[in-house]
């Protein structure tokens, strides 16, 4: 039997994004850029509400959560990292490297996710406190 999938994902505009100190310590592709924090939020903006128009056009149903300025979280639009679900009604909740990282596990963003019937919650994120990390990409 064939499962219903909807086309719908979760996308967290930026509010503050910027390079990474924390994340770029084990980051080869993180590379620092010679623009402002403002230019490079404003590309960031531009990109965002670009691939927003477009997934939308293609009729995939489009979740916006705004980040915010505090606390401060430059990578917040990767949620991917900490989080993924799967068709088996599963989210899986990943122990992330830093701790600003970590700061991006808001509840407006999990409670996209916990909207689900019979929802299993995988949570990781114990290992943190080990040093024991696995973030999701």
């Keep these: 039997m064939k499962k219903n999938i909807t086309n719908k994902i979760l996308m967290v505009r930026p509010a503050l994004f910027a390079f990474n100190e924390e994340t770029a310590v084990n980051n080869y592709y993180q590379k620092r850029d010679n623009k402002t924090i403002q230019e490079i939020q404003?590309?960031?903006l531009i990109e965002f509400d670009k691939m927003v128009e477009k997934l939308k056009n293609i009729g995939i149903d489009v979740k916006v959560i705004q980040d915010t300025k505090e606390p401060h979280t430059p990578d917040s639009i990767f949620p991917n990292n900490?989080?993924?679900?799967?068709?088996?009604?599963?989210?899986?909740?990943?122990p992330m490297?830093?701790?600003?990282?970590?700061?991006?596990?808001?509840?407006?963003?999990?409670?996209?996710?916990?909207?689900?019937?019979?929802?299993?919650?995988?949570?990781?994120?114990?290992?943190?406190?080990?040093?024991?990390?696995l973030e999701g990409t």
């Design 97 to 133: 490297f830093a701790e600003n990282r970590r700061l991006e596990r808001t509840d407006k963003i999990l409670e996209f996710v916990k909207d689900r019937e019979n929802l299993k919650i995988v949570d990781l994120t114990e290992n943190e406190k080990r040093d024991r990390f």
């Design 42 to 44: 404003n590309s960031a």
């Design 82 to 94: 900490w989080f993924s679900t799967h068709y088996s009604n599963t989210v899986v909740l990943y």
